[in-house]
């Protein structure tokens, strides 16, 4: 059974920093495409980025060069480094393992002064 769990969401002001992360088990975490995905009130939940078991990674438009994701193998567990945050950004943020199609439970970004 695999379980994602999220954390590292909170309040923050436009123009800050957080660090979100995506702990996981049930799978061989080394090999698993993980992403980030978000959802605003009311809008569809959307692509953020996504890293490979090889590293590649792939970023929406709108967070490129201000997000980066990440993985630590030895720890399963996948980050998004969000800078530079916008009021736009605020969203329910959900790690995703896509061989087997699971979901965390998310966690909640506010970004507002």
């Known amino acids: 059974q695999v379980q994602l769990v999220e954390s590292g969401g909170g309040l923050v002001q436009p123009g800050g920093s957080l660090r979100l992360s995506c702990a996981g088990s049930?799978?061989?975490?080394?090999?698993?495409?993980m992403g980030w995905y978000r959802q605003a009130p009311g809008k569809q939940r959307e692509l953020v980025a996504t890293i490979t078991g090889a590293g590649s990674t792939n970023y929406a438009d709108s967070v490129k060069g201000r997000f980066t994701i990440s993985r630590d193998n030895a720890k399963n567990t996948v980050y998004l480094q969000m800078n530079s945050l916008k009021p736009e950004d605020t969203a329910v943020y959900y790690c995703?393992?896509?061989?087997?199609?699971?979901w965390g439970q998310g966690t909640q970004v506010t970004v507002s002064s």
């Open positions: 995703n393992e896509r061989f087997t199609g699971s």
């Open positions: 049930g799978i061989i975490f080394r090999f698993a495409t």
